[in-house]
């Protein structure tokens, strides 16, 4: 099928490549020229693990290509994905600015029917008003379709490629067939929806799972208080089928580009249509208070902030990714800073990413050990395997004071002790 996609970001492309990888003739479009001219001669803006690969084979195969101008895809395309980005504003509300311009443009630009898909995260009721946008500028036939994606970065193509269900919402058959054909190559289990369902299957699974997490977290807290173990819990836990041993991981709370901003998004178009989702304000009240914990653990541990010397492994939102956007890490940083902490920061692929916003703030090392060294304190904040086969005994030895904050509970806390190090994990 002939397909056009708007957007090239982690979404887009990732969709783009791997949808050319399955057999269809895909356009890639973008406004930024820059991006365009890289992604023509294979070079992928991000780390994504395999997508590199992908995209090369798939351009030299002629079945993905990139353009900057959408009037040059539209034509023969029989559907047309809108993947741009809906940031949070300041009160959570969802950012519709670049979905509405982009449905804008396709309404002016559409000749022939076409299926107009938002894969873009927005909330409840957006799919009805682009539909009413795009028919404010083209009077002949479409269909809008609400079709989202749940692709984890760091395993995004595999996700894309293995999916456990791809939800499609759309207000006739025809358009759903059109989308079954499409994933057909797939062999995936396709539930199809209203739309509004399909927008509301979004935000309702990242916010539960960020609610699993808060919820782990508090539990967490109350282990540190009565001396229990929550990776036990969370294991005990997870043997029940019906509660799952996913995303039952303590630490120092999600992050990322989408379950913050999709939480709040939830919260906020909830308000506005009538209901006061109070389990959400506990959520990211949660979230935010698990941040500040780990400060208020190394101020104890240190007795104090001001001039101390705190080495940090990990700036990325999890491990496997560049991705700094709402880092657990880098906030936490931050409030170091503000107490008066010297930052040592290293991380395996996020520095180039995390110089954007800590350039001349804190100092960035070539590697783990650098970061550890002369420190009173090591606080690791993302679970990196690379920081799982460090050589302890050097760590110790580098270290000022035997200290470590773990906010990912990668280490086991007898051995660390054994070891010699005061330990201070997560609910354990
Ligand atoms: C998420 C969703 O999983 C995906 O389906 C959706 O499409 C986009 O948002 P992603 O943002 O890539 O994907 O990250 P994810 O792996 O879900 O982790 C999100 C955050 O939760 C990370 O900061 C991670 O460290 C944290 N997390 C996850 C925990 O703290 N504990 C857990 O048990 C799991």
């Not at 699993?212 to 229990?228: D, Q, R, Y």
């Not at 653990?297 to 990714?321: D, E, R, S, Y």
Request: hydrophobic share 40%; aromatic share 8%; with cysteine.
């Amino acid at each position: 099928m002939k397909i056009a996609i708007i957007g090239t970001g982690y979404v887009g492309l990732v969709s783009g490549a791997c949808l050319a990888e399955i057999g269809h003739n895909v356009i890639c479009v973008d406004l930024d020229c820059e991006k365009i001219k890289n992604l023509k001669k294979g070079t992928v803006p991000f780390y994504e693990p395999g997508l590199d690969k992908l995209v090369k084979k798939n351009i030299k195969n002629k079945k993905l290509f990139f353009e900057t101008d959408l009037t040059k895809a539209l034509p023969q395309s029989e559907i047309i994905f809108i993947a741009v980005g809906t940031p949070a504003m300041r009160n959570g509300e969802a950012n519709l600015s670049y979905v509405e311009k982009v449905a804008e443009e396709i309404g002016r630009n559409l000749k022939k029917y076409a299926v107009v898909a938002i894969k873009s995260t927005v909330p409840p009721k957006t799919c009805e008003k682009i539909k009413n946008l795009v028919s404010k500028y083209y009077d002949g036939q479409f269909d809008l379709v609400s079709n989202p994606e749940f692709l984890r970065e760091g395993s995004a193509v595999e996700d894309f490629m293995k999916p456990d269900r791809i939800i499609i919402g759309a207000q006739n058959e025809k358009a759903k067939n059109i989308m079954r054909e499409l994933y057909s190559p797939l062999n995936a289990l396709i539930y199809t929806t209203r739309l509004e369902s399909s927008e509301m299957i979004k935000y309702a699974s990242n916010a539960f799972l960020a609610t699993k997490i808060s919820f782990i977290n508090e539990i967490a807290n109350v282990c540190e208080e009565i001396g229990a173990d929550v990776g036990e819990i969370s294991k005990g836990m997870g043997l029940d089928p019906r509660i799952g041993k996913e995303f039952l991981k303590a630490g120092i709370g999600y992050g990322g580009s989408c379950f913050p901003k999709d939480v709040r998004a939830l919260r906020h178009s909830s308000g506005v249509n009538g209901y006061d989702f109070c389990l959400l304000k506990s959520v990211i009240k949660v979230n935010n208070r698990q941040r500040q914990l780990t400060v208020k653990k190394a101020k104890k541990l240190l007795g104090g902030l001001k001039n101390k010397i705190i080495g940090v492994w990990g700036l990325a939102f999890k491990a496997n990714t560049d991705d700094i956007r709402e880092s657990a890490a880098v906030e936490i940083i931050k409030m170091f800073l503000k107490n008066g902490v010297k930052v040592k920061v290293y991380d395996p692929i996020a520095m180039a990413n995390a110089k954007k916003e800590l350039s001349g703030k804190v100092v960035f090392c070539e590697d783990l050990y650098e970061a550890a060294d002369k420190s009173d304190l090591l606080f690791i904040a993302t679970d990196w395997d690379e920081f799982k086969k460090t050589d302890l005994l050097k760590v110790k030895k580098l270290l000022s004071e035997p200290k470590i904050i773990d906010g990912r509970n990668i280490f086991s806390p007898s051995e660390m002790k054994e070891i010699g190090f005061e330990y201070w994990s997560v609910g354990r």
